[in-house]
């Protein structure tokens, strides 16, 4: 249906125009074939045409947006190097910045914060990376994110989470969530914040009998 509305469209037009079309096409198509393909060598080249680094697919997604959804670093670094924005939401609003922090992709988010990562731009829950990397325990991610001193620590998404809930209520409470927990309180999470059922961290951890947790989150003043 797409490619019969396509020669729709391209009967319409004159046929410079149509040559013109089928060209734009070719070239969105190349780019986003070597971004998915970790093709630096085609990036660069089909990147002669400036408007094909935030050209978008039809799920809306860039071609750093592809590259990061595979984790090609390389393909990631010269997109980033040639000025891809690394705020450009897709169809699922993940944006490379957001979607390298959730899957911990530690390599591309750090390119992404020293490119402008935007720390207002949020995932489909209202959240920030920081959120999600602390439920899914990604170390180094959140060791990154709490370096930069500007960054909402203390965010909270649609679900009435901050990363320090999120981590006691989806985590599992063993040593990886532990020092999630430690990491998050030791860059400036408040302990007192409670979910929208004016449930805290703290109660959460009692609940789920994470001694541990319990443990840090009373020697951090938890109520």
């Excluded at 720390?119 to 489909?124: A, C, G, L, P």
């Excluded at 829950?125 to 060791?143: D, K, N, T």
Aim: neutral net charge; proline residues 2%; hydrophobic residues 45%.
């Amino acid at each position: 249906m797409r490619l019969i509305l396509l020669l729709g469209m391209f009967g319409l037009m004159s046929p410079a125009c149509a040559q013109k079309n089928r060209e734009v096409v070719i070239r969105n198509n190349t780019i986003f074939k070597a971004a998915a393909n970790n093709d630096t060598a085609g990036i660069k080249a089909a990147l002669g045409d400036a408007a094909l680094l935030e050209a978008k697919d039809e799920r809306g997604r860039t071609p750093l947006m592809v590259t990061t959804y595979h984790h090609h670093t390389e393909a990631a670094r010269v997109l980033i190097a040639a000025g891809a924005n690394v705020n450009a939401q897709d169809k699922q609003l993940n944006s490379p910045f957001l979607y390298a922090g959730a899957e911990g992709y530690a390599d591309i988010l750090k390119m992404c914060m020293g490119a402008g990562a935007d720390y207002t731009v949020f995932n489909r829950y209202g959240g920030s990376a920081l959120i999600p990397a602390a439920e899914r325990a990604h170390i180094e991610v959140i060791a990154l994110l709490l370096a930069d001193k500007t960054f909402p620590v203390n965010h909270i998404n649609r679900l009435g989470w901050t990363a320090l809930l999120e981590a006691v209520i989806l985590g599992r409470g063993g040593t990886a969530h532990q020092q999630v927990v430690k990491m998050l309180i030791a860059g400036g999470a408040d302990v007192n914040i409670a979910d929208k059922d004016g449930v805290t961290s703290l109660q959460h951890a009692k609940n789920s009998n994470y001694s541990e947790i319990i443990k840090m989150l009373q020697e951090a003043g938890a109520k």
